[in-house]
C-alpha cells in the first residue's frame, strides 16, 4: 500500500504562482511513476506531468508546457509541482498520483486532491 499526502493549492490571481507538494509513503519500490493529473468540474482526470522515479524522465501536458515544472527527491519521496503564469483555466483539483507496475500488472495510488482557483 502506498500513501500520498498533499499539501500547497489555494487561490491565486491570474499571472501568479503556486507550489503543489507531495509525499509518499509505504511500500514504493514497484512505483514507476509520480506525478500530478487535475480535474475541473464537468470534465475528465488528466494528466499535468509526471516524472520518472528511477531515471527522472518527465511528461508534460501540453497545456502546461513552459510554466509548470515538476521534480522530485527520491530521498524524501517526495515530488512538487511548481506552477508559474496561472491562468483561469487551470483551476481544478489537483490529484497526487503514484503508478505501480510489475510484470503483469499497473495500480494508480491517488491523494486526496487538493484545490487550485486561479481568479482575479
Known amino acids: 500500500q502506498v500513501q500520498l499526502a498533499e499539501s500547497g493549492g489555494g487561490l491565486v490571481q491570474p499571472g501568479g504562482s503556486l507550489r503543489l507538494s507531495c509525499a509518499a509513503s509505504g511500500n514504493l519500490v514497484s512505483i514507476k511513476f509520480m506525478g500530478w493529473y487535475r480535474q475541473a468540474p464537468g470534465k475528465q482526470r488528466d494528466l499535468v506531468a509526471r516524472?520518472?522515479?528511477?531515471?527522472?524522465?518527465?511528461n508534460y501536458a501540453d497545456a502546461v508546457k513552459g510554466r509548470f515544472t515538476i521534480s522530485r527527491d527520491n530521498a524524501k519521496n517526495t515530488v512538487d509541482l511548481h506552477m508559474n503564469n496561472l491562468r483561469p483555466e487551470d483551476t481544478a483539483v489537483y490529484y497526487c498520483?503514484?503508478?505501480?507496475?510489475?510484470?503483469?500488472?499497473?495500480?494508480?495510488?491517488w491523494g486526496q486532491g487538493t484545490q487550485v482557483t486561479v481568479s482575479s
Open positions: 498520483n503514484a503508478l505501480e507496475s510489475g510484470s503483469y500488472y499497473s495500480w494508480d495510488y
Open positions: 516524472v520518472a522515479t528511477r531515471g527522472g524522465h518527465t
